[in-house]
């Protein structure tokens, strides 16, 4: 039993192998597709999440300590639990059905975002907190408007927000619950890694759930270590 | 005189703390203004507000005879600049800290590098252009940030203890700057210092700054030379401490001047004293010594400033001191920032204010 199990995680280790390199035109769509929806997600997040932590860390108002404590516990919302809520709000029926978001590209990458907006927020506006309180006041010092001394001290936070960018962008690709519910694992429109890595495997086809297992953990490993080189090479 | 910056009844306030109470002040073309003060007086404060990075709470300032409001704070902002006491780099190098301000100003980039080598010649930093801002000494950052100022050539400077917590060679360096800047460029100065030497050196006119308030306002030597009894005291500004005094029964007194600090004096007196004790009646050495002096303190040495023949060191023992030996005693015992230290001095030293 154990032999037969240990031949067929190598069998299909093998085969998936040769998905790879045959550059198997599934797996090129499938891949492509994932990475395209995750980086519009993530670019969408911080296109809301950046103004959002800006303010956070660098303004003092009357609810910043319960906004805060707010997209911190919204880091762990379970991603089957906000599929739903998106379900329930995409379908045919839900408050913005008409939009036809549900089981369509555009909708996934919306679903995706608001996942991973917590991430963006929390970890970009950690890093601004941790920036020097006197680089804005230098900045102003040395001419800067409002908004440029703003400016200076996002660019002192780089570090944190290429942080948040990475953990935004391997949450969203890595996540399954969204992706599913909102995108309905359509083939060649909404299957993506981590949808059909589910569904194949239950399906039977081991060797194709390897290869895009393979594929999905080194998209992931490329992008922290290319960004941890894009740090490094920074200081 | 042209006046530069009119300051006309100024206050500001932290919650319940006062830091300035109604400062008036004028600062004329060309000088090199010092704001001299203990720590805590609201120098740093008052050079915020004059930088525009700080509102007052009440009082008006006027910039080149133009009202300070909202809508032109920028215009103040461009035509001033300040260096802070604890240097402030953006973590990048040395040249795209100095080029910064240059580019807010959108100067070409030919005129950017231009600048940028002249201020690094000015501060002795020739070549640094490339190097890692963070990764400089104290004194090295401390002179990247000055050239930055420089290479603005901004109307007025501001600067808030430019010298403090670095060696005595980078705090000459600096020292030779700000006078070559004053001389050549005619750069108008208002210098924070707690140091009077400083202030005696570099300032054609001083103001003395007491909890708040300015309590004199002239040439260096006005202000080392105050009528009163209290201001004189005050003026030294160095070695004078506040506590409550209680006879010891042996002819001498203790003052609790706080922080885990007793000074032993030679007189008898009970309740609340400020003593004096002067840098010169302390004896500094590496190792504890027995003498027949009633006051021995360990510490470690905070700030070093180089006046030539004589070298003034602040120890923090608790309180901070500040102590004056020479030259040769500093270079001969390898003292340094961060040196630990043994102070001694004579109850007989300690004089009441």
Same mark, same amino acid.
């Given at each position: ?44 997040? @911080? ?41 329930? /709000? ?32 929390? @970890? ?44 935004? /962008? ?66 | ?8 009844? &100024? ?22 203004? !010092? ?7 609201? $120098? =740093? ?21 133009? $009202?300070?409001?909202?809508?032109? &704070? ?12 604890? #240097? ?19 100067? !070409? ?12 010649? =000015?501060?002795?930093?020739? *070549?640094?252009? +490339? ?22 050539? =901004? ?6 203890? %430019? ?54 306002? *002239?040439? %260096?030597?006005?202000?080392? #030379? ?19 005094? +209680? ?31 002067? %840098? ?27 006046? *030539?023949? &004589? ?10 001191? #500040? ?5 040769? !005693? ?15 001095? +004579?109850?007989? !030293?300690?004089?009441?204010?």
């Amino acid at each position: 039993m154990t032999t037969a199990l240990g031949n067929e995680i190598v069998d299909g280790l093998l085969k998936a192998l040769q998905l790879i390199f045959s550059g198997n035109p599934t797996v090129v769509e499938i891949s492509l597709r994932s990475i395209l929806i995750s980086g519009l997600a993530t670019i969408l997040a @911080f296109m809301w999440g950046l103004p959002v932590a800006t303010i956070l860390g660098l303004r003092k108002f009357r609810g910043r300590f319960l906004l805060k404590g707010f997209f911190n516990a919204m880091l762990g919302i379970p991603t089957v639990a906000l599929g739903l809520i998106l379900y329930l /709000f995409f379908s045919n029926t839900g408050p913005i059905g008409f939009l036809r978001l549900l089981y369509d590209p555009v909708g996934m990458i919306i679903g995706e975002a608001i996942l991973v907006t917590p991430i963006t927020v929390s @970890f970009t506006t950690n890093a601004i907190e941790s920036v020097d309180p006197e680089i804005k006041d230098l900045a102003k010092t040395l001419g800067a408007s409002e908004t440029e001394a703003s400016i200076a001290v996002l660019k002192e936070s780089i570090n944190g927000v290429v942080l948040a960018v990475t953990a935004s /962008f391997n949450r969203a690709i890595a996540e399954l619950g969204v992706a599913l519910m909102v995108g309905g694992n359509i083939a060649g429109l909404t299957s993506v890694l981590t949808t059909v890595i589910a569904l194949e495997t239950n399906k039977g086809n081991i060797e194709l759930s390897i290869a895009l297992a393979i594929i999905l953990f080194l998209i992931v490993f490329a992008l922290t270590i290319s960004m941890n080189m894009i740090q490094r090479r920074r200081t | 005189m042209k006046t530069v910056m009119e300051l006309e009844n &100024i206050s500001k306030t932290y919650g319940n703390i006062t830091a300035l109470q109604q400062v008036n002040l004028k600062i004329v073309e060309g000088e090199v203004f !010092s704001l001299l003060g203990p720590n805590g007086s609201g $120098k =740093t404060t008052l050079l915020r507000i004059m930088a525009g990075i700080e509102k007052p709470a009440s009082g008006e300032m006027r910039f080149n005879s133009v $009202k300070v409001e909202g809508g032109n &704070i920028n215009d103040v902002r461009l035509k001033t600049t300040m260096v802070f006491q604890k #240097t402030a780099l953006f973590n990048t190098s040395v040249y795209k800290n100095i080029a910064y301000g240059l580019r807010l100003r959108e100067r !070409s980039k030919k005129e950017t590098d231009e600048k940028v080598r002249e201020v690094l010649k =000015t501060v002795k930093l020739e *070549g640094y252009e +490339k190097r890692s801002a963070k990764r400089l000494s104290g004194g090295e950052q401390q002179r990247v940030a000055l050239a930055r100022a420089l290479a603005l050539d =901004t109307q007025v400077l501001l600067l808030d203890e %430019p010298t403090a917590n670095i060696d005595p060679k980078n705090v000459s360096i600096i020292e030779e700057v700000l006078s070559w800047v004053n001389k050549e460029k005619k750069t108008t100065m208002v210098i924070a210092t707690h140091n009077m030497f400083q202030t005696e050196t570099l300032a054609d006119r001083a103001a003395l700054l007491l909890e708040g308030k300015i309590v004199k306002v *002239g040439v %260096p030597q006005e202000i080392f #030379t105050l009528p009163s009894k209290l201001l004189a005291s005050y003026a030294r500004l160095e070695n004078v401490f506040s506590g409550v005094s +209680k006879v010891t029964g042996e002819g001498t007194s203790l003052v609790d001047v706080g922080d885990g600090v007793q000074i032993e004096t030679a007189f008898e007196k009970t309740g609340n004293t400020t003593v004096f004790v002067r %840098p010169e009646d302390i004896i500094l050495s590496l190792n504890p010594i027995v003498s027949s002096a009633r006051n021995s303190f360990k510490g470690r040495i905070v700030e070093v400033s180089d006046l *030539g023949a &004589i070298v003034r060191l602040r120890v923090k023992a608790g309180r901070d001191f #500040t102590v004056q030996i020479t030259k040769r !005693s500093f270079n001969d015992m390898q003292l340094n920032i961060d040196s630990k230290v043994f102070l001694a001095f +004579k109850a007989s !030293s300690v004089q009441t204010v």
